[in-house]
Structures are given as C-alpha cells and as structure tokens.
C-alpha cells in the first residue's frame, strides 16, 4: 500500500493519460522559450560575493571571490547585443508565439529588449529575481525573492507576471509562488509530458513541466550537443517522437550566455 505521507508524486497520470485537446485538434503542442538572463547572472557589481560559473564557455569556470570576471561578463553581454535579436527576428518573422522566461534585474536592465518583446506579444513570465540557486535560501527569503521578483518585473515589464520558472529551485520554491498567489502556471517541474494541476492554498495550480534536454545550455554541459548537428535533431525530433499519443512537450532555448 501506497504510503500516503510521503510527499512525492510518483505516479501522476500513469497508464491513462488525459486527452488534452489542444487547439484544432492538433497532435502536439509546442512552447518556444526565449531564457533572457543577462545582467542578471552573479556579479560583485550587483551585491553578489563572486563572477558566475553557472554556464559559459569557459572550460571549469569557478566562482571568483570578490573579482569580476571579464570574460564571463562579456559572454553574457552577448546575449543581450547580438544573441536576443537575432532569436527576436526568428520568432517574429514566422509570427510565433513566444514565451520569454526574464529574470527580473536583467529585464529591468535592458528596457529597449522588454520593448521588443511587448511588441511581439511575447508572455513574459517570471525567471526569478537574479540569475542564481535559490536551494541555500532560507524560506523566508526564498519568500521574499519571489516578491521582489514580482515587483522588479512589474516595473520593468508594466505588467506582474503570469508565469514563472526559477530554474535552480529549491524545495519550497513551488509552494513559495503559488502561496504569493496571482500565477497562471509555473514550470519547476520535469515530471511529465502533458501540464498538469496540483493543489495549492487558493485553489488548483497549474504546473507546465520544464524539459532540460533541449535546452542549450547542453553546448557547455557533459553529454552535452557538440555542435549545431547535434542540437537540431534532438530538438526537431521532439514534436514527430511526441505525435505518437497527444502530449505536450516544449521545446526550450536559452538565449546564449
Ligand atoms: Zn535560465
């Protein structure tokens, strides 16, 4: 017998998943993302202790101590000169739809890029307040960083977000945005194919899973794509691989740090 105390879940839909029915009867969906995190990654210069190291492509970065790091720093700078706009120009020219997960100082920093996406009619959703691991805060932190975020994002963008996705969650995390109330969904979640909802203080909460296997930051991770030849049929065989049965998988891309 199930243990009932325990606080996972292992089983979601199981044998029977739901018919979902997307739009037009279709087969799939698929979520672009656009990750724009650029300014918002560690830095002394924004009251963090060290230079990032999350993700680069510098071979074994570490966290330097109270250092900026020149190289790591111009790395992100791509993203926000040259690597936003040419995905920008991508996405609108085919006319799709567009999620953007923005860290909330990064979008603040950048308003000429949150002009494009409002443009575009992108949905800007919440990737937290800086571009950082949320595991080593304390709840009450945690709690007041997804409130920070809020507002720094509502500033930036004129509008609260409607969804979020931290990406270095913590254990509370989840239980953290839906108790600040006011989201549609939120993606710290890799545990399914298809959306689904948990219970929340208010009432149901929606949870649009997250998928780290086409995402690139697999060009500077192990096991990772050691090229263009090696990101395109992982991600282009998504959608054929998921028609099979109708699901929802999304196909995710981080703007280049
Ligand atoms: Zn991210």
Redesign the pocket.
């Known amino acids: 017998m199930a243990d009932t105390r325990y606080p996972r879940d292992l089983h979601g839909y199981g044998r029977n998943p739901p018919d979902p029915r997307w739009p037009g009867g279709a087969r799939v969906a698929v979520q672009f993302v656009v990750?724009f995190?650029e300014g918002g990654e560690n830095n002394i210069l924004h009251g963090d202790r060290a230079s990032e190291a999350f993700l680069s492509d510098v071979l074994g970065a570490q966290p330097w101590p109270g250092k900026r790091h020149a190289n790591i720093e111009s790395m992100f700078e791509y993203g926000s000169r040259a690597g936003f706009w040419r995905l920008w120009r991508i996405f609108t020219e085919r006319q799709l739809p567009t999620t953007v997960?923005g860290?909330a100082t990064a979008l603040k920093r950048s308003p000429q890029i949150v002009a494009a996406m409002k443009e575009a009619g992108w949905d800007i959703a919440s990737?937290s307040l800086k571009?950082v691991e949320h595991k080593d805060m304390s709840e009450a932190e945690e709690r007041a960083e997804i409130a920070d975020a809020i507002r720094v994002h509502t500033e930036a963008t004129g509008q609260r977000p409607l969804g979020w996705?931290t990406?270095r969650s913590s254990i509370n995390t989840v239980k953290l945005v839906m108790e600040a109330g006011g989201f549609l969904y939120s993606c710290d979640s890799y545990a399914d194919d298809l959306p689904y909802w948990i219970k929340g203080p208010a009432g149901p909460h929606l949870i649009i899973p997250y998928t780290l296997d086409t995402n690139d930051m697999r060009f500077v991770n192990a096991q990772g794509f050691g090229g263009y030849g090696g990101f395109s049929p992982s991600a282009s065989c998504r959608p054929p691989c998921l028609v099979s049965r109708p699901r929802c998988n999304a196909i995710r891309r981080?703007s280049p740090p």
């Open positions: 990750n995190e997960f860290v990737h571009w996705y990406g981080l």
